[in-house]
């Protein structure tokens, strides 16, 4: 038996009366849930190491920020948390020197009397990305009398003693002329 597929008005009609699937809705906005849970979760156990890793070189100071680094904070039941610090292994000295100053900026960022204690692990610390690469300026080249005179002047000289002596004359030249007299 051969069935007839319906005409474009039949579709129409059919699809206008009945759905066979509901219209699918799009999810919620999750920060809208996700944003009341982190509160309740910052409120409760506090920012951690994360947050004090972004700030480390403010709080540590940049000579000892490049030898330690936040690894946890340790909630204590008395109240207050335990700072953990990996520190490599010749700053742990220093670090236990300036404890009280470590604790006190710490607490500057976290709040008053968020950190109690220091704890100190001897271990090796993640290199932190440098601050920002010095851009190296290219000076200009020399114009070519000066290239020739410099070239003549040196034209008596052994090969490498000239090419040495033609790359020091022209870095002393290339800085005469980027100094105004």
Same mark, same amino acid.
């Given at each position: ?12 009609a059919?699809? $206008?009366?009945? =759905?066979?699937?509901? #219209? ?22 506090? #920012? !951690? $190491?994360?947050? *004090? ?8 100071g940049?000579?000892? %920020? ?9 909630? #204590?039941?008395?109240?207050g ?5 990996r520190?490599? !292994? ?14 006190? =900026? ?7 009397? $968020?950190?109690?204690? *220091?704890?100190? /692990? #001897? ?6 990305a ?6 190296? =300026? ?6 070519? %009398?000066?290239?020739a ?6 034209a ?8 040495a *002596? ?5 870095? /002393?030249?290339?800085?005469? /002329?980027?100094?105004?007299?």
């Amino acid at each position: 038996m051969k069935r007839t597929l319906p005409t474009l008005e039949e579709a129409r009609a059919i699809l $206008a009366a009945k =759905r066979t699937r509901p #219209q699918r809705r799009a999810p919620p906005p999750v920060g809208r849930r996700l944003g009341k849970l982190i509160k309740t979760l910052d409120e409760r156990f506090g #920012q !951690g $190491a994360g947050g *004090l890793q972004a700030h480390w070189r403010e709080i540590a100071g940049e000579a000892l %920020a490049r030898s330690t680094q936040p690894m946890r904070l340790i909630k #204590q039941k008395t109240g207050g948390a335990t700072l953990e610090i990996r520190v490599d !292994g010749p700053a742990a000295a220093l670090i236990q020197h300036q404890a009280p100053a470590i604790l006190s =900026r710490a607490n500057l960022f976290l709040g008053e009397g $968020a950190v109690t204690k *220091l704890r100190i /692990v #001897q271990g090796p610390v993640r290199a932190a990305a440098p601050a920002k690469k010095p851009t190296i =300026r290219r000076r200009p080249p020399l114009d070519a %009398a000066r290239e020739a005179s410099l070239a003549q002047g040196l034209a008596a000289a052994d090969p490498p003693l000239k090419d040495a *002596l033609m790359k020091l004359g022209r870095e /002393v030249l290339r800085r005469e /002329v980027s100094r105004p007299h």
